[in-house]
């Protein structure tokens, strides 16, 4: 129930839905004699889709996210690697035949250089099916198979392909991964999902977990954006993650707002 209503509602509330939503109610307007209205709501919504569209507004809302965790380069001993989902289009991938990364595939990139790095030790991949009406392929099976064919041991790779949420990933992770006490294993995600990652981890009982954010979005606080498409789309990727962190806390599935270091 929490995933159908967190993916049905943020649609609604999706920036680029919400103003396009907005725009298309002024226009109603203007068309049934509401001129004030009408002038209004559309006037106000143009403005907000070149805010959101062409200023820094998603830099604005990316940076707090994106260094909270800092990346540094992993030199004393892990237990393991903990790889979220995202990294890949499962529909895209079940309708060609072959595993097709995603804009968050530099997660997959970074598990096999940890790999090299760090041999022998299990490497977690989680991930199931997160779209609301899902293919038959799971994320963490499409991993499986690029990790391998980038050289990595099958053997080492634990896969959870059950998760639909970060807060499942967490639970699930756990349950095949079987961490001990005083174990220290690394978590690779999006810098800007690393917050809230960390925290839904911490509160599902993991020993320490290292950050490991790949994936940074922003491009210095008040760039702006090339084009409104861009800009759009990660305004939408920037709230949807601030929603998502109110969201858990609310729900207690992270003891803090925004969890630190």
């Known amino acids: 129930m929490f995933l159908f209503l967190s993916k049905v509602l943020f649609f609604f509330i999706r920036p680029s839905n919400a103003l396009l939503f907005l725009l298309i109610i002024g226009v109603v307007l203007l068309v049934f004699g509401w001129r004030r209205a009408g002038l209004w709501l559309t006037g106000m919504a143009t403005v907000l889709l070149l805010v959101a569209g062409l200023g820094p507004t998603a830099n604005l809302l990316f940076q707090p996210l994106e260094t909270r965790f800092p990346h540094t380069e992993i030199t004393e001993p892990i237990a393991g690697i903990v790889v979220l989902g995202g990294a890949l289009d499962t529909v895209i991938a079940e309708e060609h035949g072959v595993p097709v990364l995603a804009e968050a595939g530099e997660r997959v990139v970074a598990a096999a250089v940890l790999a ?4 022998a030790i299990p490497i977690v991949l989680s991930g199931g099916k997160p779209a609301l009406f899902p293919g038959a392929l799971t994320e963490a099976d499409e991993t499986v198979k690029l990790l391998t064919g980038l050289g990595v041991d099958p053997a080492r790779l634990v896969v959870e392909n059950g998760s ?34 960390i ?16 994936d940074y979005r922003s491009a210095g606080t008040w760039r702006p954006y090339p084009s409104v498409a861009k800009g759009l789309r990660y305004t939408d990727v920037a709230v949807r993650e601030w929603i998502g962190l109110l969201a858990y806390r609310l729900t207690g599935r992270t003891g803090v707002l925004l969890p630190a270091p």
Not at 116 to 119: G, K, L, N, Y
Not at 199 to 214: C, L
């Open 199 to 214: 925290g839904v981890f911490r509160a599902a009982g993991w020993p320490e977990m290292v950050a490991y954010p790949v």
């Open 164 to 197: 639909r949420n970060t807060f499942e990933n967490a639970v699930n992770s756990k349950e095949v991964a079987k961490p001990q006490p005083g174990e220290r294993w690394v978590l690779v995600t999006s810098a800007y999902h690393m917050p809230r990652a």
């Open 116 to 119: 090299r790095a760090h041999p």
